[in-house]
């Protein structure tokens, strides 16, 4: 069978880019500093203690993990990692300027509201883009999914607002063109009775070091500022944010069931969408795919990317506090760790998702990290890995945990298998 030639183009652009993905994820020096990927030398750590106030004393129920533990790691993540982000702005308002039309053959009502974070609605705004199933006629539980590209790049509906997007230098751009990034199967979620809803990140926050200037951030400096202080947020607390405001939006919604509503998003947006959850416990449930370093992984674990690598100024400190920087050189001070946020989703269900490959976001690290937070888990009798032997890719049998974790054989991406377990899981918990 002849291919089209802008198929073919498009294949020929995927498997460069997951070429090139399979030896990026295995750099070995990154600005300066080499990377180890030597199992026998990531050397010994110990992890902070999650059962233990911070005065010592240990914790031993739910209550007050809830109560007081929690609050305690809550802050020094947020001032050290993250980022401390504002309230929901009083002037936030919501157009949805396509309110319910049938789409994907009548299987779904899909709608389109954008969302206007200031008073002026000429700037700093988001689309989002909703799927229902049509065949549910009560409120319906929602994936929530943060993209790196316009909605109208992800899914193949004719009715989507063509978006606008950054290109990589720097430049506002319409996002007419296809992307190396796959389509999302839609239908996969109503099919299940799920609904399905996106936004592109860079509406939030634009994802490079002078996006400040564009960027939701820029309206919250104050007057003697240029950038946010150091306990303030970088990018990925601007795109959690964004993600809190969306939940604004889902509450209005009559059609939507905003207590059942999932968030999911890859890699840096692994990493956003496990902070918004952890930040906004209207949502539901997490899955956390590929998120790595300042992610689910564990910085103490000197695997692939580290702290150092990740807050180097030349490369991604402005997606977290400024404050985070200063631990590269002396990681074993941190207060806090990959477990750390990962134990701050309990008791809510977590899906960690990883690859095999993917060396330079540590799966193993991840793993290691569901293991230790698995205590917290087990403190609401709810259920996480009771293992500490990494599960083989493919292996399915830590995945349905209320702390899920399942690894596929290949790299740094989500696969349309991992859509298909992520789909099971999502229909368990929500
Ligand atoms: C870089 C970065 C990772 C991040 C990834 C991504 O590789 O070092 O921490 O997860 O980009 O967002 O794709």
Redo the contacts with the bound molecule.
């Keep these: 069978m002849k291919r089209p030639l802008l198929l073919t183009l498009f294949m020929m652009v995927s498997l460069a880019t997951f070429a090139q993905q399979q030896t990026?994820?295995r750099p070995t020096l990154?600005a300066g500093i080499p990377v180890n990927y030597q199992e026998d030398s990531v050397g010994s750590y110990v992890l902070p203690e999650l059962l233990k106030f911070a005065d010592g004393k240990p914790v031993t129920t739910a209550k007050q993990w809830t109560q007081k533990r929690r609050p305690e790691l809550l802050k020094l993540v947020e001032e050290i990692q993250f980022g401390k982000m504002p309230d929901r702005p009083k002037s936030l308002k919501f157009n949805a300027f396509d309110p319910g039309t049938p789409a994907f053959n009548g299987k779904a009502i899909r709608k389109q509201v954008t969302v206007y974070f200031t008073g002026d609605t000429s700037d700093h705004k988001m689309d989002l883009v909703i799927y229902l199933p049509s065949a549910v006629k009560k409120p319906v539980p929602l994936l929530m999914n943060i993209s790196?590209v316009a909605y109208n790049q992800l899914i193949d509906d004719p009715g989507l607002r063509v978006g606008t997007i950054w290109t990589r230098d720097g430049k506002r751009a319409k996002a007419d063109k296809p992307t190396p990034f796959g389509k999302m199967n839609v239908e996969q979620f109503l099919d299940a009775g799920i609904g399905f809803a996106s936004v592109y990140y860079g509406s939030i926050e634009p994802d490079f070091k002078e996006g400040i200037r564009d960027g939701i951030r820029k309206t919250y400096l104050k007057a003697s500022q240029t950038e946010p202080a150091n306990d303030e947020w970088g990018a990925i607390s601007a795109w959690a944010w964004g993600l809190s405001r969306a939940m604004d939006y889902f509450e209005t919604d009559k059609q939507i069931d905003s207590k059942r509503i999932a968030l999911q998003g890859?890699?840096?947006?692994?990493?956003a969408v496990l902070w918004a959850g952890i930040h906004d416990t209207r949502y539901k449930v997490v899955v956390a795919s590929?998120?790595?370093?300042?992610?689910a992984a564990l910085s103490r674990r000197n695997f692939g990317?580290t702290v150092g690598?990740?807050t180097d100024p030349s490369?991604?400190l402005y997606q977290f506090a400024t404050n985070y920087h200063s631990y590269a050189d002396k990681i074993n001070t941190l207060p806090i760790d990959g477990h750390v946020l990962v134990a701050l989703m309990a008791p809510r269900p977590l899906l960690l998702q990883t690859g095999s490959t993917d060396y330079?976001?540590d799966p193993k690290g991840e793993f290691l990290s569901a293991v230790a937070a698995a205590p917290v888990y087990r403190l609401f009798g709810e259920t996480a890995p009771e293992t500490t032997v990494m599960p083989a890719a493919e292996d399915t049998s830590l995945l349905m945990n209320h702390l899920g974790y399942f690894m596929h054989e290949g790299g740094?991406s989500v696969l349309p298998t991992d859509w298909t377990h992520i789909v099971a899981y999502l229909k368990k918990y929500l």
């Excluded at 890859?266 to 990493?271: D, I, N, T, V």
């Excluded at 590929?290 to 992610?295: F, M, Q, V």
């Design positions: 990026a994820n990154v790196f890859a890699s840096r947006l692994g990493k590929i998120s790595g370093e300042g992610g990317e690598h990740i490369r991604y330079w976001s740094h």
